[in-house]
């Protein structure tokens, strides 16, 4: 095996020398170089007397390949051999002139280099101590000489022989080339204190070196770096540059060790740090019990002790709290463990296990408040008022005589889940606060919109860093009662990812059966939720899971009619936005024409957020206007609504009607999150044949609608007085506007039939009529959802007169009188009977435009144009 350093520590390199023969330790010190190099390398052994002297080294030299080490003149370095070859190297060099050639190996990992793997320069060098192992490998001590170039290999066999010539070092005089052994000298001398192991007498002894290029091979010899720079420092032939070289690689070697050091002293200054807190606190202890005085410790855990008291706890939380505050005691406060421990008992002592409020059940205080704070929704407050019924009933009827129930499964259900659905608006959010104010409890709202991640409901695992329960335990801990009305908001905007659903984390909180004994994967122990009063609130159900559906009691609230805003207007939302404006009660005044005309052109929603904007924005023109001193009082009127808010947004039914007015175009229904809409199905032809398709953002549901009514028109054509022939010379393209709102939903069927019979036979639709329902092949007319947010949206836009499916006909119960009173409604169940209610006649379509030579007369006169 090739040559490779034996000791890389300084001190064992000493050892072993000063174990062999003290003599040589002194051919280790730089001060035996500063005579000079080694003249005549045979002097060394007085038993070789014909050792060649520095011109007479032979011509051919046997070759020691070394294996991640460099050998320099004018060192001495320790080595060792086990490779058979090496061995037999060794044993013929020492019997011999002792000189060798050592050559370091390109690659270090290679076991056995030839001539092609070893670098061109070597050093020659003399044997001077030789030691066999008991594990039969050779310690040699050698020491370099003069530096040479590799010629030619001679010999391979039994170990490497190369011609060599000497290569001797180009040394520069002057003051550059001492500057640059002094700063080498510096930096080895600093890189040496911040080395403790490093022996100071051999340090001295380098720092004292004179000569430049003894300067330079010296501390590249005990300076650690890589095989290439090593070598590299060997290769080149200027000693100014071996310096700069050398300089270099020290100026890295400072920066390391300087970090290094900075570093290693960063952490030994924490751990004294927190060595002496300990010590401190132990003295503090001490001091603290000869005063008879208790220690922060102490106090704290008594503290926690009467806390767990206090709470009233089950049984299983009791138990888990005192565990735990047994732990935090045997712990040191300086232990990471102790601050986990003692923020989980803060946790489980904070949670309102016995603390709630009294409910106030009188059932005329509770309909004071809801109808004080909101107008109509009677069918949600008389859902509350039940509630607050059975609750009194059963505690004034607790104490009656009655058979203890047998079901042993089945237990009483205290708590309600009430989920809230409706458009924008309508007051769901607001209705919670006053639910609460009316039962007397305190009221907590957490908003669900956007939650992505299981652990806001359940919590996190008390062995993550910076763990804590989820929404549900953190929100009641805020108010401290275990009986809230608590309402999470926005439910059908929940999100799931790879973080888990938690849309599934609330089937366990909003389940009547389940929630009172609700874990929160923080606490790990059970809490009662079932007294709990939980309100959700969501603008539609489709996006709900159905099993998280299915555990709340859903109460719909519709949009409200133009009467019900202008109460709302003049109740609730005027005199806030005067106060919140700063306007006083008598300098302001709006009259019912000018709240009608901001809902009808200004605010066409179905609740009244955009109503309040828009009376806020009165508000501050009046506001401004007073300010400025040009006006005193003011009586909002129709005229100034229009001087206050510009140009009206929505147009009257004037826009409607222009819109009718050709064949083809027909107002349906639909519903939206948001409350109801009208939105009108398009129909035109052109010439070509049997094309047919259908555009405006539409979904798979209603596209199959499209195709179900062209196939009922197309098979019932003579029946409904059309050309059969039509659709053969004919494309068709059906277009529903709005395409940038996708659209979906089977209810715009009848609409899609009529505005293809309208297209195909010339007839129009009749004035201020709108229709929804589904359709089947046969012509049968289905029922439909929403029907009361369609009415209403009917309402709002004008119309005078509704098409529903007959099977509808028991939802105009939900309808509010004053819309029933001024709308009329027809009940289909074909779609002949839609198109007889919302066609012209035959006749009077004739009147206005003869389909077969397309020309339309208007009062007698041919408006047909030629081309």
Known sequence: MPASRWHSSFNELFQWVGETDDGLLSMIMPSFFARGPA?????????????????????????????????????????????????????????????VGLVAAMNPELETPGPSDLYSIGTLATVHRLLRAPDGTIRLLVQGMDRFRVGEFVEQEPYLKARIELAPESVEAGLEIDALARNARDQFQQITQMIPSFPEELAGSITSVEDPLQTAYTIANFQRMDLKDAQEILTIDSVAEKL???????????????????????ARGEIEKVQREYFLREQMKAIQKELGEKDEQAAELEEFRKKIEE?????????QASRELERLSRLPTAAAEYGVIRTYLDWLVGVPWSKSTEDNLEIA?????????????????????????????????????????????????EGVILCFVGPPGVGKTSLGQSIARAMGRKFVRASLGGVRDEAEIRGHRRTYIGAMPGRILQSLRRIESRNPVFMLDEI??????????????????LDPEQNSEFRDNYLEVAYDLSQVFFITTANTLETIPGPLRDRMEIIFLSGYTENEKVAIAKGYLIPRQMRENSLREKEATFTDEALQLIIREY????????????????????????????????KIVPELVEEYLDHPIFH????????????????????????????FVEAT???????FQVTGSIGNVMNESARAALSFVRSRAPHLGLDDQFFDRHDIHMHIPSGAQPKDGPSAGVTMATALVSLVSGRKVKPHVGMTGEITLRGQVLPIGGVKEKVLAAHRNGLQTVILPKQNDQDLDDIPDEVKDSMKFVFADTVDDVLASALETAKAAKGSKNHKTGKVKRNGKDTSRRR
């Open 244 to 266: 700069k070289k050398l300089i270099g690689l020290l100026v890295r070697e400072a920066e390391v060790l300087s970090l290094g050091q900075k570093i290693q002293n960063e």
């Open 652 to 679: 009257t039914n004037d826009e409607l009607t222009r819109r009718i007015s050709i064949p083809g175009v027909v107002p349906g229904l639909a519903w939206t999150p948001y409350g109801g809409d009208v939105l």
């Open 685 to 691: 032809s052109m010439p070509g044949g049997k094309g």
């Open 39 to 99: 003249k005549d390398p045979g002097n060394t052994d007085p038993a070789h007397p014909q050792a060649p002297t520095e011109n007479k080294y032979p011509q051919i030299v046997p070759i020691l390949p070394l294996r991640g080490v460099v050998v320099y003149p004018h060192t001495a370095v320790p080595l060792t051999v086990g490779q058979p070859r090496s061995i037999k190297l060794v044993d013929d060099v020492v019997g011999d002139d002792k000189i």
């Open 603 to 634: 605010t066409r929603e179905s609740g009244v957020r955009n109503l309040e904007r828009k009376i806020g924005a009165v508000c501050r023109k009046i506001g401004t206007r007073i300010a400025e001193g040009k006006l005193k009082k003011v």
């Open 492 to 509: 059908d905007k929940l999100t799931y990812d790879f973080h888990g659903d938690p849309a599934s984390a609330l089937l366990e909180v």
């Open 311 to 319: 709470a009233q706890m089950p049984e299983e939380a009791a138990k």
């Open 365 to 413: 205080h509770a309909r004071k408040i809801l109808d004080k704070d909101h107008f109509g929704l009677e069918d949600v407050k008389e859902r509350i008022l039940e509630f607050l019924a059975i609750r009194k009933l059963r505690l004034d009827r607790k104490d009656d005589e009655k058979a203890p129930s047998d079901d042993e499964i089945r237990r009483e259900r």
